[in-house]
């Protein structure tokens, strides 16, 4: 069991949602999804869409850019290596066939410590509407 505080974990996810952004991105870094991906892990979108690591390395095949502004970051630590990470980032993206996506969302994600290397378990999202 590791003695990471909330603030510590907090600057390291913060990193790793910046590192996953360019992962993602125009440049693929599987290696690092590989790395910080849990095996089991499960990602749900804001429509609802549930994902397991190769659906969503299926998704980010077709991603030709994106990009990601975190807005809110907020982490808390249970039973001394799980992190609950929840927060807002605005997201953009352009996916091959010409789609283009540009949301506001909230997201909730459960990381836990292995080895000195955080893997995420699951990862949440909501579309935040615009208030206009």
Known sequence: ????????AREEHVALLKAWTKAVGA?????FLDRHLAEGWR????NGVQRG????????DSMLTY????????VRIVGG?????SGVY???????GGVKLDNTIAFT???ELHGGEWKALVHHTTRIPDAS
């Open 27 to 31: 440049v693929k870094d599987y290696g």
């Open 1 to 8: 069991m590791s003695k990471i505080t909330a603030e510590q």
């Open 43 to 46: 990602y749900v979108d804001y």
């Open 109 to 111: 994600a459960v990381w």
């Open 90 to 96: 605005r997201s953009r993206a352009e996916l091959k």
């Open 81 to 85: 290596d799980v992190a609950i990470v």
């Open 53 to 60: 690591k190769d659906e969503y390395l299926k998704l980010v």
């Open 67 to 74: 990009t990601q502004e975190l807005r809110q970051c907020d």
